[in-house]
């Protein structure tokens, strides 16, 4: 599931490199088309219950609003490569603010012993977001490897994570319904804030860049791209 072991993409033509490129956006689109409305619902049903996993699992859906945005960002310059670097590093935050708040709400979860009341729609969402998820994941990580794109990798990273949370949220749900085990949710909670930290790292280290796999320009392309891509020298200083 790491983002740093993006396989380096072969040759690609023009053409080719177009149509993953608009694939990747409409990938991150659809992202955050059902993020949002997943965050909206989520953080509803979560003060209606008094859950604080099912609000922690809504902010979490706003920050995988902003990784699919990062991507739109990316693949909206002529030369998506030449933003490689700042978009990386731009998932690398959101990947600490997933982790950070993720943490935070688990301590405050066990320390206060808050007891949230059922939450149907919550099980709901959370089944919902089980299923669909690891499938647009894949679909996000499988275009970003054949592009060469750790940024596309990174968001697909993003989405089988949210895919975690989604698991944890309903056993966390569940397991309160049927047994009032209130610690099982901010528990996993803790694992998932530090997996977030470590993918968040290597992103902004830039491991697994791509640069040995770096596509090939023709004329002004191959100008532009050298000069405005700082993937590899940013990580190599890095």
């Known amino acids: 599931m790491s983002s740093r072991t993006t396989a380096a993409a072969p040759t690609l033509t023009p053409?080719?490199?177009?149509?993953?490129?608009?694939?990747?956006?409409?990938?991150?689109?659809?992202?955050?088309?059902?993020?949002?409305v997943e965050a909206v619902v989520a953080i509803s049903a979560g003060l209606v219950a008094g859950s604080i996993a099912l609000v922690g699992f809504g902010l979490d859906s706003i920050v995988e609003v902003s990784s699919g945005l990062i991507i739109l960002w990316q693949f909206r310059h002529p030369i998506p490569e030449s933003r490689e670097r700042r978009a990386l590093r731009l998932m690398a935050l959101s990947f600490f603010a997933l982790a950070g708040y993720v943490a935070f709400e688990a301590v405050r979860g066990l320390a206060s012993g808050h007891e949230p009341e059922p939450s149907g729609v919550g099980i709901g969402l959370a089944t919902a977001s089980l299923l669909i998820m690891p499938f647009l994941s894949w679909a996000q990580r499988r275009t970003g490897r054949s592009l060469g794109s750790d940024a596309v990798v990174a968001d697909s990273t993003q989405t089988l994570l949210c895919t975690y949370l989604s698991a944890v949220l309903l056993l966390g749900l569940v397991l309160n319904a049927t047994l009032g085990w209130t610690w099982a949710d901010p528990v996993a909670g803790l694992v998932i804030a530090a997996v977030a930290v470590r993918e968040g790292l290597g992103a902004w280290r830039g491991e697994g860049c791509g640069c040995a796999g770096a596509p090939a320009y023709d004329g002004a392309?191959?100008?532009?791209a050298s000069s405005a891509d700082t993937c590899c020298t940013s990580a190599a200083e890095g």
């Open 15 to 36: 053409a080719r490199r177009r149509q993953l490129g608009r694939r990747a956006q409409l990938l991150a689109a659809a992202s955050v088309s059902y993020n949002a």
């Open 221 to 224: 392309e191959a100008v532009a």
